[in-house]
């Protein structure tokens, strides 16, 4: 089945500075790669996602890259905020598959 | 719209008591169903899903059941609590095939 490393598992950055959380995965049939935000005592909400047929996707300060042949993606944030304090989970999907595979989640905290 | 209800928002229960969490869908057909456990605020650990009434997928045995009665209610049970069944319970959907997640607000549980 599929495997997906996050790291790093704690980011801590000034505001106004750059995050890049990293993501493998081992299964070079995933062809679909989103990205959830967790904010403390609530459920995952997708904040960006990209399918394998496309290189790069952004979204006003948050992208994410996909390297298919390295089997590895990236979500980048800009111009952090405090508000952007959250974890960040990765995941891939198989493709036919229901059922994404999450990496363990990267807790992002931005000081004021 | 589509809207996931997930109740209760905290719930504390003693050892060996019951459990029953509930989880409804609006505003869509026949969703694909799942139920997530995460304790210590990290990872997401896949427990149920489901894809139509009456279809149920378990992927980690243990002394929990899941059970869909009607195409949009997703119910989470146990008969007796263990102290390790504590957690954050996140119930999600979606509609097909590499298609994102679409969480509820969750139920953290603790047993006493």
């Known amino acids: 089945g599929e495997n997906v490393e996050q790291h790093p598992s704690t980011l801590s950055v000034q505001e106004g500075d750059s995050a890049v959380i990293k993501c493998t995965y081992s299964?070079?049939?995933?062809?679909?790669f989103p990205w959830y935000k967790q904010e403390l005592g609530k459920g995952p909400q997708l904040i960006i996602d990209?399918?394998?047929?496309?290189g790069e996707k952004k979204d006003q300060r948050i992208a994410v890259t996909l390297n298919k042949t390295a089997k590895h993606f990236s979500l980048h944030i800009t111009e952090t905020q405090p508000e952007d304090s959250a974890v960040y989970f990765c995941?891939?999907?198989?493709?036919?598959?229901?059922?994404?595979?999450f990496g363990r989640g990267t807790s992002l905290i931005v000081h004021p | 719209s589509q809207t996931i209800h997930q109740w209760p928002a905290t719930l504390v229960q003693p050892v060996g008591s019951p459990l029953s969490l509930e989880c409804t869908v609006e505003?869509?057909?026949?969703?694909?169903l799942y139920w997530y456990r995460q304790a210590a605020g990290r990872g997401l650990q896949l427990l149920f899903y489901?894809?139509?009434?009456?279809?149920i997928s378990s992927e980690v045995p243990q002394n929990l059941s899941a059970s869909r009665p009607q195409d949009r209610q997703f119910i989470l049970s146990s008969k007796k609590l263990l102290l390790s069944d504590s957690g954050f319970y996140l119930c999600?959907?979606?509609?097909?095939?590499?298609?994102?997640?679409?969480f509820g607000s969750g139920t953290q549980l603790s047993v006493l």
């Open positions: 990209i399918r394998s047929n496309v």
């Open positions: 999600a959907w979606n509609r097909g095939t590499n298609e994102k997640l679409f």
């Open positions: 489901s894809v139509g009434i009456g279809q």
């Open positions: 299964d070079s049939a995933s062809n679909y």
């Open positions: 995941a891939a999907s198989i493709g036919g598959s229901y059922i994404p595979t």
């Open positions: 505003g869509t057909s026949n969703p694909n």
